[in-house]
């Protein structure tokens, strides 16, 4: 009767064990399920980022869109814009003879 204690104890250790590797298992599956779940999640937030970051990049390649921000925001102009004043003569008595100066568009 001892010999089938002896059998029964280690059947029943053998059976725990394989129960307990397959828990730990099941712990594993569950775990990576999750983190895979989650890397899901941040991958359709990159694409969108990256979605709206690519219309965004497009937008600013426009050219109008350049023209826009740089005379809105950059004061920018083109050379043909730019106002010269001509004086005449060399000295201010010849600027006030000759009527000051004039504006050139």
């Known amino acids: 009767?001892?010999?089938n204690f002896r059998k029964a104890v280690a059947v029943l250790i053998l059976f725990l064990v394989l129960a307990a590797?397959?828990?730990y298992m099941y712990a594993q599956?569950?775990?990576l399920t999750y983190r895979i779940t989650d890397l899901k999640i941040k991958r359709a937030e990159l694409s969108s980022?990256?979605?709206t970051l690519g219309s965004q990049a497009a937008r600013e390649e426009d050219l109008a869109y350049i023209e826009k921000t740089a005379k809105?925001?950059?004061g920018m102009?083109?050379?043909d814009d730019i106002t010269y004043?001509?004086?005449s003569g060399p000295g201010p008595a010849d600027r006030a003879t000759a009527g000051g100066?004039?504006?050139l568009n």
């Open 85 to 87: 004043i001509v004086t």
């Open 49 to 51: 980022l990256a979605r």
């Open 29 to 31: 599956n569950m775990a």
């Open 21 to 23: 590797a397959h828990l």
């Open 101 to 103: 100066s004039r504006e």
């Open 77 to 79: 102009i083109y050379p």
């Open 72 to 74: 809105t925001k950059l």
């Open 1 to 3: 009767m001892n010999s």
